[in-house]
């Protein structure tokens, strides 16, 4: 049974950092990402990792403040978050999928994790 466990969501102010932890179990994937909910908004995409570090793929409201990185060997995928914003706040899912570095078309997803940005 595939499972995604996110952590590291908190109450922070504007401008500090953060890092999300996503640790999956049940099956390894080609593909981990990032997404966001913030209230009365849709889902987005935040950012994405394949097995190698030039695979990678980012929002435009992430790049250059948020880093994806993974450890293939504990199965688990981090989101480093710095310089946050209040409109970073939303709810923060780990998504995985077994084809290449994307935007969409995941097939797991973990329960979220909350991030609040004060400012």
């Known amino acids: 049974q595939v499972q995604l466990v996110e952590s590291g969501g908190g109450l922070v102010q504007a401008g500090d950092s953060l890092r999300l932890s996503c640790a999956a179990s049940g099956r390894t994937f080609s593909t981990m990402g990032w997404f966001r909910q913030a209230p009365g908004k849709e889902r987005e995409f935040v950012a994405a990792?394949?097995?190698?570090?030039?695979?990678?793929s980012y929002a435009d409201s992430a790049k250059g403040r948020f880093t994806i990185s993974r450890d293939s060997a504990k199965n688990t995928v981090y989101l480093q978050m710095d310089s946050l914003k209040p409109d970073d706040t939303a709810v923060y899912f780990c998504?995985?999928?077994?084809?290449?570095?994307?935007?969409?078309?995941?097939?797991?997803w973990g329960q979220g994790t909350q991030v609040t940005v004060s400012s």
């Open positions: 998504a995985a999928s077994p084809r290449p570095v994307r935007a969409t078309g995941y097939d797991y």
């Open positions: 990792r394949g097995w190698l570090a030039s695979s990678t």
